[in-house]
């Protein structure tokens, strides 16, 4: 597994470099923005390491340009000295997977890639039909079942389940989710997301007892879970 890190100060860079090479991943490691974004149209990462403040363009700006031209796929991890909720906030609205605060500790960081590697297994791009639960979802149809049963749903529904379904257990922010699904920025006044949320939800039957829930995260994000139809909780409002 090839991963990318972006840390401007030296003795981090080599310590970020020296964990995840001991952990038998292939780390590069830049200093500037631009020498990162560079690589990143040559070369295939399976995850990046970003800090926050760069000495070019910050990390939320690399974020957003990683979102824009490359896509949802990439794992991106935010490794930063800033810890407030509006900066985690911030972070995950920018398209980070997840947040980590300095000082560095190793444990975590091993887990915290290991955990986004494996979700980002489930979100290759493929046509091939795949399983989640009880449904059978066909890329190439563009068509979704429930236990064997198709479920009829309009394109944009189709493309934003599509998304869940591909990053399983993935906390996705609305603006991924807009990106992704509508190729801009929908207004946090707009809609448009909570009733295509709210469709998926219904039509395709979001809940525990079909292996599933589609739960929020209060100013985050949406994420689809695997459950049990043991599991007597609830989708999220």
Known sequence: MKIASLEDDLDQARRIQQVLTAAGYTCSSYQQSR???????NESFDLVLLD????????????????ANIGPRIPVIFLTNRS???DLVEGLRAGADDYIVK????LELLARVA???RRSQIAEPADESFDVANYRVEPSARAIALNGKAVTLAPKEFELALLFFRNLGRL???DVLAECVWNREIPATSRTLDTHLSNIRQKLQLRPEHGVRLTSSYALGYRLELTS???DGQPAP
Do not use: K, N
């Open 103 to 106: 000082p560095l500790r190793p």
């Open 115 to 117: 955990a986004l590697l």
């Open 35 to 41: 020498d990162l974004l560079s690589a990143m149209r």
């Open 229 to 231: 139809a043991q599991d």
């Open 172 to 174: 996705m922010s609305r």
């Open 84 to 86: 407030s909720e509006d």
């Open 52 to 67: 926050w403040h760069l000495p070019d363009i910050d990390g939320d700006d690399v974020v957003r340009w990683l979102r």
